[in-house]
């Protein structure tokens, strides 16, 4: 069990550490570079090619949404790392 920080609110050390890594660490715009755009955009456009074969091919169902709402994250997570925005 953690130690508590503030009792009255039930925050522990390890909420405190965890937001102050958030704040300075997870939700930070990063600027991508210029070379980083077009790699980021090479990937945007394969990414569109693909979504558009799956929608073409496959009908409609849970699964397809699926599908693309994991396309779409697998998207973002991408960009992510190319920013090394970790």
């Known amino acids: ?6 009792p009255c ?3 522990t050390y390890r909420m405190v550490v ?3 890594n958030y704040k300075y660490m997870g939700f930070q715009f990063v600027e991508p570079t210029e070379e980083q755009k077009q790699l980021m ?3 945007r456009d394969s990414f569109a090619i ?4 799956i929608l073409d091919k496959v009908e409609s169902s849970r699964g397809l949404s699926l599908a693309m709402t994991k396309l779409e ?8 790392a190319i920013t090394k925005n970790d």
């Open 9 to 11: 609110l039930g925050i």
């Open 18 to 20: 965890l937001l102050i």
């Open 73 to 80: 994250e697998a998207s973002f997570w991408l960009n992510k």
């Open 50 to 53: 693909l979504q558009s074969e």
């Open 41 to 43: 955009q090479t990937f």
């Open 1 to 6: 069990m953690s130690k508590t920080y503030l």
